[in-house]
């Protein structure tokens, strides 16, 4: 069933700078295969349910795994009929504001 997850995973407690891990994060997102885009605080990526969220779990034990305590916030929309919805959803909006 076509699943999009809007997902912010990142460390906790190691500092004020979290580019360096939240980096690796999205790199085993985008290495997934997966349709996604990272925007300045979540990362958003669509596919089968099973699908997105083992990449959630990878991305999310890139850290765990280094002892790094982590921290996920995700949202999903499960729309069973639908795909695409990442960029649909964004171009029906900007059709309104023109």
Do not use: H
């Not at 290495?31 to 699908?51: A, K, Q, V, Y």
């Amino acid at each position: 069933m076509n699943t999009l997850i809007a997902v912010a995973i990142a460390p906790f407690g190691v500092g004020d700078e979290l580019a360096d891990s939240v980096a690796e994060v999205v790199r085993v997102i985008r290495e997934s295969g997966l349709p996604n885009r990272t925007s300045s605080m979540f990362t958003e990526i669509e596919g089968e349910w099973d699908e997105v969220m083992d990449v959630v779990k990878r991305a999310t034990f890139v850290l765990a795994e280094q002892g790094i305590r982590t921290e996920v916030v995700l949202k999903a929309d499960i729309r069973p009929g639908f795909t695409g919805t990442m960029d649909s959803k964004v171009r029906k909006v900007e059709e309104r504001l023109a």
